[in-house]
């Protein structure tokens, strides 16, 4: 089924201003990420490297960069990207494929997800190829138009595509990035057009190969058993889940207050980067928590008017992309914290310890903001109709 309208030829219009409701959102979410990683790592940074600090600045080295690469992004012309989209296709698959050489590769916890960049810090290459493989998809779904409903040139080779890009991710191994690289790809493919037997065939396949991915490793069913029933084994494999679950009941509706929470104190695994939000849950409660949940809805709501108010094709995939990816992001990461959904080790988008994550973001956040100031430009003179299309069988 197509949501999307159809492009419009001409000169690309003049540039106006970006949606500050979206800018502003996405600076404090910045700020909020911040403070909830501080508050959540500072009992480990000093434990283990004697630096309360240790964590917050390096979240706030890579926040810097991120929001210069925002600004670049935003200033960017959009079909730019489109023009690169090759380029940057050759880039993201070369990236990924390089941290499975030995010796560039960094293993961390049992996975190797890392790039060693000399003196640099390790970048986590999977992050950046999030949004390259965005603009690639969305670059791509956009001049096939009619012919996404055919099986030769429009699901065949997609698939191979998700294929090929979701197993180097799992080869890392990151089940959880996989998880959401296919399901954003998949619904660009939807909303782009695709056959609905041929979206159905696309969800069969990728749902078969997740069950292969978790039958093939323990920790993986492990995972799985400790959804079912965290209280089979508390002390071991629902002891994640357990204490992430206590910690946000302990939150009550208002929270113990910032830089009280108790589960922080190596209670929670990977509490500053997908625990996160157990911690801050459980210092400003309830309401709290759906204060900075609602800053993620505000977010995608204002990307989702830009999807549906465009001309170009390609701007309405893009944005669609760059919402979807976060949109799932959260949902994988909440649903792990609140059991709802398996762990599968996914961070909290703005909010979790991760620099490449962050940058990546924010700079995914400039391109959206650089389709607003399009979409803003061209309000200003005339609001365009809507066109739909009926679905496609």
Same mark, same amino acid.
């Given at each position: 089924?197509?949501?999307?309208?159809?492009?419009?030829?001409?000169?690309?219009?003049?540039?106006?201003?970006?949606?500050?409701?979206?800018?502003?959102?996405?600076?404090?979410?910045?700020?909020?990420?911040?403070?909830?990683? =501080?508050?959540?790592?500072?009992?480990?940074?000093?434990?283990? =490297?004697?630096?309360? &600090? =240790?964590?917050?600045?390096?979240?706030?080295?890579?926040?810097?960069?991120?929001?210069?690469?925002?600004?670049? #992004?935003?200033?960017?012309?959009?079909?730019?990207?489109?023009?690169?989209?090759?380029?940057?296709?050759?880039?993201?698959?070369?990236?990924?494929?390089?941290?499975?050489?030995?010796?560039?590769?960094?293993?961390?916890?049992?996975? #190797?997800?890392?790039?060693?960049?000399? @003196?640099? @810090?390790?970048?986590?290459?999977?992050?950046?190829?999030?949004?390259?493989?965005?603009?690639?998809?969305?670059?791509?779904?956009?001049?096939?138009?009619?012919?996404?409903?055919?099986?030769?040139?429009?699901? /065949?080779?997609?698939?191979? /595509? %998700?294929?090929?890009?979701?197993?180097?991710?799992? /080869?890392?191994?990151?089940?959880?990035? #996989?998880?959401?690289?296919?399901?954003?790809?998949?619904?660009?493919?939807? &909303?782009?057009?695709?056959? +609905?037997?041929?979206? &159905?065939?696309?969800?069969?396949?990728?749902? *078969?190969?997740?069950?292969?991915?978790?039958?093939?490793?323990?920790?993986?069913?492990?995972?799985?058993?400790?959804?079912?029933?965290?209280?089979?084994?508390?002390?071991?494999?629902?002891?994640?889940? !357990?204490?992430?679950?206590?910690?946000?009941?302990?939150?009550?509706?208002?929270?113990?207050? +910032?830089?009280?929470?108790?589960?922080?104190?190596?209670?929670?695994?990977? %509490?500053?980067?997908?625990?996160?939000?157990?911690?801050?849950?459980?210092? +400003?409660?309830?309401?709290?928590?759906?204060? %900075?949940?609602?800053?993620?809805?505000?977010?995608?709501?204002?990307?989702?008017?830009?999807?549906?108010?465009?001309?170009?094709?390609?701007?309405?995939?893009?944005?669609?992309?760059?919402?979807?990816?976060?949109?799932?992001?959260?949902?994988? !990461?909440?649903?792990?914290?609140?059991?709802?959904? @398996?762990? #599968?080790?996914? @961070?909290?988008?703005? *909010?979790?310890?991760?620099?490449?994550?962050?940058?990546?973001? /924010?700079?995914?956040?400039? +391109?959206?903001? !650089?389709?607003?100031? =399009?979409?803003?430009?061209?309000?200003?003179?005339?609001?365009?109709?809507?066109?739909?299309?009926?679905?496609?069988?």
């Amino acid at each position: 089924m197509r949501f999307l309208r159809r492009p419009r030829t001409g000169a690309m219009p003049v540039a106006g201003v970006p949606d500050y409701v979206l800018l502003f959102t996405v600076l404090a979410l910045v700020l909020l990420g911040l403070q909830a990683v =501080y508050s959540a790592s500072f009992v480990l940074a000093l434990t283990v =490297y004697d630096d309360a &600090l =240790y964590f917050l600045k390096r979240q706030a080295l890579w926040g810097a960069l991120g929001l210069g690469l925002l600004a670049f #992004t935003m200033r960017v012309p959009y079909r730019w990207w489109r023009l690169l989209s090759p380029l940057i296709m050759l880039v993201s698959v070369g990236l990924l494929a390089a941290v499975l050489v030995p010796g560039w590769g960094v293993e961390r916890y049992g996975a #190797t997800r890392w790039l060693s960049l000399g @003196p640099l @810090p390790p970048v986590e290459p999977s992050e950046f190829a999030k949004l390259g493989l965005i603009v690639y998809v969305a670059a791509w779904l956009s001049s096939l138009r009619d012919k996404v409903t055919t099986w030769s040139s429009g699901a /065949l080779p997609f698939m191979l /595509l %998700v294929g090929l890009i979701g197993g180097l991710i799992l /080869l890392q191994p990151d089940m959880g990035t #996989t998880v959401v690289f296919v399901l954003v790809t998949g619904s660009l493919f939807f &909303l782009a057009g695709a056959a +609905i037997r041929h979206f &159905l065939l696309l969800g069969l396949v990728g749902g *078969l190969a997740g069950a292969l991915a978790v039958l093939a490793e323990s920790y993986r069913l492990d995972r799985w058993r400790a959804f079912m029933d965290p209280a089979a084994d508390p002390q071991g494999i629902g002891f994640h889940v !357990n204490q992430a679950l206590l910690a946000l009941g302990s939150g009550g509706p208002f929270g113990l207050g +910032i830089g009280a929470s108790r589960q922080k104190y190596f209670y929670i695994p990977g %509490v500053q980067t997908d625990g996160v939000f157990a911690v801050i849950g459980e210092e +400003i409660g309830f309401v709290g928590s759906v204060f %900075v949940l609602s800053l993620l809805v505000v977010l995608a709501l204002r990307c989702f008017r830009l999807v549906a108010g465009q001309d170009d094709r390609f701007a309405s995939l893009l944005v669609a992309g760059v919402m979807l990816w976060l949109a799932f992001q959260t949902l994988v !990461n909440l649903g792990g914290v609140t059991k709802v959904l @398996p762990l #599968t080790g996914v @961070p909290l988008p703005f *909010l979790s310890y991760g620099g490449s994550a962050l940058a990546t973001q /924010l700079a995914a956040m400039g +391109i959206v903001l !650089n389709v607003s100031r =399009y979409h803003e430009a061209g309000l200003a003179r005339a609001q365009p109709s809507l066109v739909t299309e009926g679905a496609q069988t």
